[in-house]
């Protein structure tokens, strides 16, 4: 699965995405060597690219200053998720709104633009990521029977329909300092947290979402690598959907070193397209 993140530095809050990845030790990816020109390099040695907006979306550079101004979110808050630089290649895609009276319209608005496989979600606190605390709003895109194209299907998905225990917000609360979370994706990435732990319960909840939405996760069959004992998850949740195998792939991306690979050839190809 090839993964493009587009992000940004922070306007509206402590630490925007951008400034956590410049600070992963001991070396970090030059995001800024990620451009449409390189990407082909970029998708070669790795399976993930961060794609920095102001590099992509170039006019973004003149509202930049007045954003961090604002003591506010924005219209650019909205933009900035359905405006991905490589949308023509997308073949599904995870969106996080923090109101919920923007899931519909999201949703919508990716099928307007021909989007196929999506799922906008709301955790039941404003929280613009599936919630590891309790009810997520959810709005997923999907082909209709009998041709009659994409349709929108609402529903909700709790942390059990993953197969984990709900933890409160508390335990994964944002508003750290770049480098402190910065530390916290590498235990993540080497999967150096205990197999209960929120943070870590928090990250496949949500990377197995999207990895339902691939499609992938339909397989009968699993041949992940090594440490893969080929056992599908088939038990059907929400959306009649295999959110307990999304689980259980992100797992094995992680505990396999599969997930620190690909991290460590995106960090060694943007340094080498930069030196």
Known sequence: LMVAKHGNKASTSKSGSADMVNCIQPQAPIIDAVRPDSLDRVYSASNYGF???PVFHTGIRYVAPI???LPWRTIFNNLGPLASPVDAFLEARVIGVSRRDLGMPFAEALRTVGCQKALVVCGEEELDEISCAGRTFCWMLKEAPAGEGVQVESFMLEPEDFGVEPHPLSAVSPGREA???AAIL???LCNDLTVDDPLLDFVL?????LLVVSGICEADSSKLGPGDDGQVVTERGPAHQRWKEGVRRARWALQSGEAW???QAFVEVTN???S
């Open 51 to 53: 794609l920095l907006a």
């Open 67 to 69: 954003r961090r101004q």
């Open 179 to 181: 480098a402190e979370n």
């Open 186 to 188: 590498k235990r993540i």
């Open 205 to 209: 909840i949500n990377t197995a979402a």
């Open 261 to 263: 690979k690909q991290w």
């Open 272 to 274: 080498e397209i930069e």
